[in-house]
């Protein structure tokens, strides 16, 4: 798909409202590049903004009677995250997106976003899944150091498949995919059940190397800050 053409890809923003700072520096980039169908999905504890402006408001911990994940004390965290992802996909099959880029609010678009998709012209509606952004291992390992020196040094660049992977922030989820995810239990974030299924038989592919990246921020899920490479 040319990089024009992908420009029209519809783009769900999931932004916390203690972020205002970070999506609105987010929606500006992605308005830079040219993107124009953009929508905010806002959630949070519904103190910070006008109540009508949330799309969706932390809920008591005492409905997630399945929920495992996460640390003690942030569990609740995780399930909020995971019960948005699961509205955003809802919107999009409302209102019957063929395919949505799906972002989280601490990202940003990588100085090699439109060099490197417009090399390889992907198109989302041959994958259920294709990732934008994602984490295998760890970023400083031999593989993802390899792979970042192909792409500096030779400007190498494909399409993969992967096996296992971490991450939720930067993925285009096609219409196949919408009924798959929302049936999905409610006791373990959406990513980890992504991998439990088999990104093989799901048809997900990844961008390689990665064209948006995360920044070093506080997670509201993990209640500390990670630590990220700058790209």
């Given amino acids: 798909m040319k990089f024009k053409r992908f420009l029209d890809t519809p783009v769900q923003i999931l932004c916390l409202d203690k972020r205002q700072e970070h999506w609105g520096r987010l929606i500006s980039q992605m308005q830079s590049q040219g993107f124009s169908n953009i929508h905010r999905f806002i959630v949070g504890d519904g103190d910070l903004l006008p109540i009508m402006d949330y799309d969706k408001v932390n809920v008591d911990k005492k409905y997630m009677t399945e929920w495992g994940y996460g640390r003690e004390g942030y569990k609740h965290r995780h399930w909020n995250a995971m019960i948005s992802h699961r509205m955003m996909i809802k919107r999009a ?11 989280e609010d601490d990202v940003y678009i990588t100085d090699r976003f439109k060099e490197v998709w417009g090399q390889l012209q992907p198109d989302p509606a041959n994958y259920n899944l294709l990732y934008l952004g994602w984490w295998i291992g760890d970023e400083n390992d031999d ?19 992967p096996v296992q992977l971490g991450g939720l922030h930067a993925v285009i989820i096609n219409e196949s995919m919408y009924d798959t995810l929302l049936s999905l239990p409610l006791n373990n974030p959406i990513d980890s059940q992504i991998n439990q299924l088999g990104h093989e038989r799901l048809n997900s592919a990844i961008i390689l190397p990665k064209i948006i990246h995360t920044h070093s921020l506080p997670s509201n899920c993990e209640g500390s800050t990670i630590q990220r490479n700058s790209l």
């Fill in 143 to 161: 593989w993802n150091l390899d792979m970042e020196a192909r792409y500096n040094n030779h400007k190498e660049c494909h399409v993969g498949a």
């Fill in 93 to 103: 099959k409302a209102a019957k997106w063929p395919y949505f880029l799906m972002l």
